[in-house]
């Protein structure tokens, strides 16, 4: 099956600091990344969905300055949390898809990364 | 976007099948219906999804009504890996055919499968 690899898996951080987490599609390419957020016990949030080479479209309250999205090619997409708080501290998942013509496609998702602000 | 209705919680036993229920009675002609299923602190993982049509693959079966207003997620065989919470999310394909909206993640179906 379709294989979404997510970096890194874990990371701890002091507050201010960026940090990068990495969303590969490995055996396909993806038409469209998305990144969403997860707080303890509660249901994924789309933050935002990411076309390559064309800026990402950010959901409402999602700042876009920072969470900042690249999406370079087909395979590869990052989301950059500038200087983070501990309020940004969760659990933050990639997925990607290869929707093309009519038919829909499933999203594959990436394992997450539990991002903790000191 | 359409809204999907799961029971919060669903119990089974071991090699026992399951029958996960979706109302989603404003669903619109072009929504497909997808189920992903998550473990605690992993991503989620694609079951199945289907447009009209009754759809299987090797890790379930989707039944979808008649008038599409509501689908059941069937596990054949339960086992201890099944335990999950079960999403059930409409994806809107937009006008044109062509482009699709995104998936929106409700409360789900915590789904415990007793040995």
């Known amino acids: 099956g379709a294989v979404v690899s997510q970096h890194p898996s874990w990371v701890i951080c002091k507050s201010g600091t960026s940090v990068k987490i990495e969303c590969r599609s490995l055996?396909?390419?993806?038409?469209?990344m998305f990144w969403y957020r997860q707080f303890p016990k509660q249901s994924l949030m789309l933050m935002a969905t990411?076309?390559?080479?064309?800026?990402?479209?950010?959901e409402q309250g999602v700042e876009k300055d920072k969470f900042l999205i690249n999406h370079a090619s087909l395979t590869l997409s990052t989301l950059t949390v500038t200087s983070a708080h501990p309020e940004d501290s969760s659990f933050y998942i990639c997925?990607?898809?290869?929707?093309?013509?009519?038919?829909?496609?499933?999203?594959?998702f990436g394992d997450g990364t539990r991002l903790s602000i000191l | 976007d359409a809204k999907t209705t799961q029971p919060n919680s669903m119990e089974s036993n071991e090699e026992e099948p399951v029958h996960l229920p979706c109302n989603h009675s404003?669903?619109?002609?072009?929504?497909?219906i997808h189920w992903y299923r998550q473990l605690p602190s992993q991503g989620p993982e694609y079951v199945i999804h289907?447009?009209?049509s009754n759809v299987n693959n090797r890790m379930a079966s989707l039944a979808i009504a008649e008038d599409r207003k509501s689908s059941t997620l069937i596990l054949h065989r339960a086992t201890l890996r099944d335990a999950a919470v079960y999403y059930c999310?409409?994806?809107?394909?937009?006008?044109?055919?062509?482009?699709?909206?995104?998936?929106?993640f409700g409360q789900g179906t915590i789904l415990t499968v007793h040995p």
């Open positions: 997925s990607a898809t290869r929707d093309r013509g009519p038919i829909q496609q499933p999203q594959h």
């Open positions: 055996d396909f390419q993806a038409t469209t």
């Open positions: 990411s076309n390559e080479g064309s800026k990402a479209t950010y």
């Open positions: 404003t669903i619109s002609g072009t929504d497909y």
């Open positions: 289907g447009l009209t």
């Open positions: 999310i409409l994806r809107p394909r937009n006008a044109g055919g062509t482009s699709y909206g995104k998936l929106t």
